[in-house]
């Protein structure tokens, strides 16, 4: 054979092999974008599925307490002045707060809410530990509006929850 016709199909089987290539690697990479089009995807509804179960988590976090007790929490934790008698019902949802860790005593002894018919001021006794400033937080749109207008006795700026 001739070199020029050997020449020529050397040229050519080349170009076929590297066209055939080129459309082997172009169909991988089409092939690897869809891939990575479909894992954004599902990080994408993993992501709303875990937004989803945090809201349930929360809402579940949040109404495992009454609003009762609730409203004796948003007073020590956002008011310098909570004044409260400690009858019965008073001293159980106090017990629970201290008991479950939402509250502790101010001056680090302990804090007991006795009932001697006085009124105490329960915001200088205890403060809030930092799951109890976590709940108060969590249940920010609950605060009673009597607490969000004593603009003189608020103990922190209610914008910073």
Known sequence: MDTPIIVAMISLFGSIALAMLNFFLQQRMRKQEEQ?????????????????????????????????????????????????????????????????????????????????????NVAGMAATTPVGELYVKLRKNEIPPEMRNDIQNLRVDLSTL
Not at 66 to 84: E, M, Q
């Open 36 to 120: 990575g089009r479909q894992t954004a995807q599902q990080l994408n509804q993993q992501g709303e599925r875990i937004a989803e179960q945090q809201n349930l988590i929360n809402t579940l976090v949040a109404y495992t307490m009454s609003s009762s007790v609730f409203r004796h929490l948003a007073g020590i934790a956002l008011l310098k002045t909570y004044n409260l008698r400690f009858g019965e019902a008073n001293r159980r949802e106090m017990y629970f707060l201290r008991d479950h860790g939402f509250i502790q005593p101010r001056d680090g002894s302990f804090v007991d809410f006795v009932d001697d018919g006085r009124e105490y």
